[in-house]
């Protein structure tokens, strides 16, 4: 047998004989495990790690840990979950065990950091800091990766030990640094004299520092300015700086400046006795008010101004003076022009004497700042009374005469003249300028314009010329205006039209010119606008003067108004006087009715004798009367009431106002050359109710009256009668008034007829009497119309002894109606009765 | 290769090849061929220890044509142990040697008469294959290793055999 072969049979035995190696499967492994700790034999917080293929204890992790953070002095709990692969959670239990139990380590935001890591971390910042200067650490914080405020809070405990320097607002500073940063401050503020904002000082000491640091470069800016404040606090309490931090320590006022600003106020003050706010705010006092009232305690605050009491009582002085000199004045030159206008006029009212005047109603304020004694303004209102009165007067005269013009410039109706004449004349724009007219009737000074415009032609011209002399300035360019208006109102009643055409009259600025006529110092008064006084004056004094003008013109038209009253009833009583007489008379015509010839006679001769005057008195009357209210003076309207000629009255007539008037008084003028009585009756009837007036009809009583009256004024005549031709046709109407109780107004020519009308009433001498004193007229009459030149010597002889016999004859024919009138009278009324 | 398991093929191929194609008649060949299967032996017997997979003894006579020796098996913690022996035929190796297991003859489908395992059908082609660098060894790991492996669990839960450490308590039990 091989000795090999043998060898290897051995080999292979031995193999078969060792001793294999046990292995125990993962499975088997976990199961023998759970079984040593079911039987207690394995502590049961066993770990597992992340594989899952390993078992760890917790003291064996606790131990890895400790290796770990003595190894890095700073673990964080993630990384360490990675390298010693175990679950997080398990080592963070460990890692909050061994912090607690270690005071040298600590647990923050997931890392564990040891003492020893946070003292190589001071000493590296140190030495940065040491090259530097100053060092953010919120720069080192993101160096460290570690929060800014736990390594505030670590630096902070290593201050003064590893660290060389300071720490201030999240900065270190070594002390170098500081003192240079110190210095700057120092500087600066030193050299401050005006309050700066600090934050612009910091900024230009950063600046100045960054140009420094750009030479060491070092790039490192001192942050928030925390370390520049807290160097100038130090400062202002060391006293190296004097001055305060104003405006929550973000203003640095030196105290240099504080002294200048409070020099100059108290100079300024004490020189002037006032100082306005503005004056303040330019020296930056930020409440001028309460400063200066902190101050002067007796100052005076006002809106813009302080003052002093001695500006008080200066005023209060001039205020005195005024009132009681009954003057005015005004405070605003006599203070400073610095002083605005509410603030002078809170001043004035300040004054004690302004007060005591203002309560005792002694003086008022006007325009603000000027103050007038009531003494002086109600002599003012008296001028202006004065004037208004006297303007209202010469007004109505004027209005008249203006009237007046334009009538006589064309022969249209007053109302459409007036308006023509406003425009000068111009037709095509009558219309026009009437509608204007009246939307301007009210405002105020548009017509003035108007009127000036046109016043160098047509009426207007005239009008203004010389009738208004007198007239102030002002008003007349509004006469063109008022004075139509005036007419058309005065006719029907004042109403309200006349009220505002009053406004127009004394406007302001009439009254303000006036004002200055008479103190041209007023001028310069009040504040702003030139005349502020005089305009406030103006406006105060303007309803008082206005309302003396509408009195002084009410009572002007009122006067006037009484006056045609009077003339009316004068006129009314006249007409009804002729009037009855005319009646009277034409009753008398009744007796010859039928006698064609002598009642033609007797009506025309009616009609020239008493209808012409009942004709002329009523026209006469009626245009007088147009005149007086045109103002034309009474007194030569008042004309002699001598016999108009028909072509007069016919002019009387159309000229009349009114066009039914008008017509009625031509219709009245041509009956009067008619021949009935009747017609012209009925025409002047109708005129004169035109007229507003009216015809008395005749009562009984009312004739027997005014017969007895005529007869016995006809027997007077008749008995004081010389004339032996004037004689006749008074005896005749006596007897017709003896014997018809009718009063008969016979002419000439109808005498015979009234003689033969009287045959048989009278007793028969007597008629025959009378018969032959007629006849015997009849023939000197006709002797004295045949006389001519020639044969004047011997008809003037007839007729002187015709004349001489009927002389002769007079006391018998007198005494046929003197002797019978009485007797005839009773027996008439008898008859009567 | 395919038929075995990962385990088993990784195993075969660490088991050193033989060289000498040489049977029991073969005189010193068949010497240098008992060498070489002793060297694999060696090795495939080393391997198991390692890895704590220990399962055979074996041992052969003089002129090494039959081996005997005992196998076992741990199923559910018992170790199941079997007599184990077989002849060198006189072509090998051409032809693999028949393993036996006379303890089980007649207990299961998955043997000849006489108590010879039956093997894959990959058994055969695999040993031609590799003839002659398969020995002994390989025989084992390929063919007796899966065949405990499979039929032991099945043999046991029929019942069909018992662990004598049972079989012991059962008999001297009650």
């Given at each position: 047998m091989d000795a090999e072969l043998q060898e290897l049979q051995r080999l292979f035995e031995q193999a078969q004989e060792a001793k294999p190696s046990v292995r125990l499967s993962d499975r088997n492994v976990v199961e023998l495990v759970s079984k040593l700790q079911e039987l207690h034999?394995?502590?049961?917080?066993l770990l597992h790690t992340v594989s899952g293929k390993e078992y760890i204890t917790q003291e064996r992790l606790k131990e890895e840990i400790e290796g770990e953070v003595c190894r890095l002095g700073r673990v964080s709990l993630v990384d360490l979950a990675a390298t010693l692969g175990v679950e997080l959670i398990h080592c963070e239990r460990q890692a909050q065990q061994i912090v607690g139990n270690n005071t040298d380590l600590s647990l923050v935001q997931g890392e564990i950091l040891a003492a020893t890591y946070w003292d190589s971390v001071a000493e590296e910042i140190n030495e940065t800091l040491q090259e530097a200067g100053q060092i953010s650490v919120g720069e080192l914080a993101r160096q460290f990766n570690v929060g800014a405020e736990l390594l505030t809070g670590v630096l902070g405990s290593r201050l003064g030990t590893l660290i060389q320097g300071k720490l201030e607002g999240g900065q270190l500073y070594t002390p170098t640094f500081v003192a240079r940063i110190r210095a700057m401050v120092r500087g600066a503020v030193r050299a401050l004299i005006i309050p700066t904002p600090l934050s612009t000082l910091w900024m230009s000491l950063q600046n100045q520092l960054r140009e420094g640091d750009d030479g060491g470069g070092v790039g490192g800016v001192t942050g928030d300015g925390g370390l520049f404040q807290t160097i100038l606090n130090q400062l202002i309490a060391d006293g190296e700086v004097t001055g305060s931090l104003r405006g929550g320590n973000a203003m640095w006022t030196p105290a240099v400046f504080v002294v200048a600003q409070r020099e100059s106020v108290e100079a300024f003050f004490s020189q002037n006795g006032y100082i306005t706010y503005d004056a303040l705010r330019k020296l930056t006092v930020p409440q001028p008010k309460q400063y200066l009232q902190a101050k002067y305690v007796d100052g005076i605050p006002l809106e813009t101004v302080f003052v002093h009491s001695s500006i008080v009582s200066q005023l209060d002085a001039a205020a005195e003076e005024a009132i009681a000199t009954n003057t005015w004045f005004d405070a605003l030159p006599l203070l400073p022009p610095s002083f605005g206008i509410s603030d002078v006029a809170k001043l004035v009212s300040l004054c004690p004497s302004v007060q005591r005047a203002l309560k005792e109603g002694v003086a008022v304020i006007l325009a603000e700042t000027c103050m007038l004694s009531n003494t002086l303004i109600r002599s003012i209102i008296e001028k202006f009374e004065n004037q208004a009165r006297e303007l209202a007067q010469k007004k109505s005269v004027i209005i008249a005469n203006v009237t007046k013009d334009a009538e006589d410039h064309s022969g249209t109706p007053p109302v459409g003249t007036e308006l023509d004449a406003d425009d000068g004349g111009d037709t095509t724009q009558g219309k026009n300028a009437r509608r204007k007219k009246g939307s301007h009737g009210v405002g105020a000074n548009k017509p003035m314009l108007e009127t000036d415009l046109v016043s160098g032609k047509g009426g207007k011209g005239k009008k203004r010329?010389?009738?208004?002399?007198?007239?102030?300035s002002g008003l007349a360019g509004e006469l063109g205006i008022s004075a139509p208006k005036s007419t058309k109102t005065s006719l029907s009643s004042k109403g309200g039209i006349a009220a505002s055409e009053d406004d127009?009259?004394?406007?302001h600025e009439d009254l303000a010119a006036k004002i200055l006529e008479w103190y041209p110092d007023m001028d310069t008064a009040g504040t702003g606008d030139e005349g502020i006084l005089v305009r406030t004056l103006a406006e105060r004094l303007r309803p008082i003067v206005v309302s003396a003008w509408l009195d002084a013109k009410h009572a002007i038209f009122s006067a006037q108004a009484e006056e045609r009253r009077r003339r009316v009833d004068s006129l009314q009583l006249k007409i009804d006087e002729v009037y009855a007489n005319f009646q009277l008379f034409a009753k008398a015509l009744d007796l010859f009715l039928g006698e064609k010839s002598t009642e033609v006679i007797l009506h025309r001769h009616l009609l020239r004798t008493t209808g012409a005057e009942i004709a002329d008195l009523f026209l006469t009357a009626q245009a007088m009367e147009q005149k007086l209210e045109e103002g034309g003076d009474a007194e030569t309207a008042q004309d002699s009431s001598e016999s108009l000629s028909t072509s007069q009255r016919l002019s009387l007539a159309k000229s009349l106002p009114g066009k039914n008037l008008s017509t009625k008084a031509v219709e009245m003028v041509e009956s009067l050359e008619g021949k009935s009585v009747d017609a012209f009756d009925n025409a002047l009837e109708a005129v004169v109710k035109e007229s507003g007036l009216r015809l008395k009809k005749l009562d009984k009583k009312a004739e027997r009256a005014l017969l007895f009256a005529y007869r016995k004024g006809l027997a007077s005549q008749v008995e004081d009668e010389t004339d032996p031709v004037a004689l006749l046709p008074k005896v005749v109407a006596l007897l017709f008034v003896q014997v018809h109780s009718r009063a008969l107004q016979a002419p000439g020519r109808a005498m015979a007829a009234a003689v033969t009308r009287l045959k048989g009433a009278v007793p028969e001498e007597s008629f025959t009497t009378l018969v032959e004193y007629h006849s015997m007229t009849v023939q000197l009459l006709s002797l004295q119309a045949a006389a001519n030149p020639e044969e004047e010597e011997c008809t003037s002889d007839r007729a002187l002894t015709k004349r001489e016999v009927l002389e002769s004859r007079m006391p018998k024919l007198k005494a046929l109606v003197l002797s019978s009138s009485p007797a005839a009278a009773i027996s008439f009324d008898n008859e009567k009765q | 290769m395919e038929g075995w398991d990962v385990n088993t093929k990784s195993t075969v191929a660490k088991i050193p090849l033989l060289t000498t194609r040489a049977g029991?008649?073969?005189g010193e060949l068949w010497t240098q061929r008992r060498k070489e299967e002793f060297m694999a032996l060696i090795k495939y017997m080393e391997m198991n220890k390692a890895k704590d997979s220990d399962w055979f003894r074996i041992a052969p006579n003089a002129d090494g044509t039959k081996w005997k020796g005992k196998c076992w098996y741990v199923h559910n913690l018992l170790k199941y142990e079997f007599d184990l022996q077989f002849d060198i035929p006189v072509t090998y190796p051409a032809t693999a040697p028949e393993l036996e297991l006379p303890e089980l003859d007649g207990k299961t489908a998955k043997m000849y008469r006489g108590g010879k395992i039956c093997l894959t059908i990959h058994f055969k082609p695999l040993w031609a294959k590799n003839c002659p660098r398969f020995g002994i060894a390989h025989a084992l790991c390929l063919g007796l290793g899966p065949w405990l492996a499979a039929e032991v669990p099945h043999l046991v839960d029929t019942g069909v055999i018992q662990h004598k450490e049972k079989q012991s308590q059962s008999s001297s039990g009650p």
């Open positions: 034999l394995l502590d049961a917080d010329g010389p009738k208004n002399k007198h007239a102030i127009d009259i004394f406007s | 029991p008649r073969d």
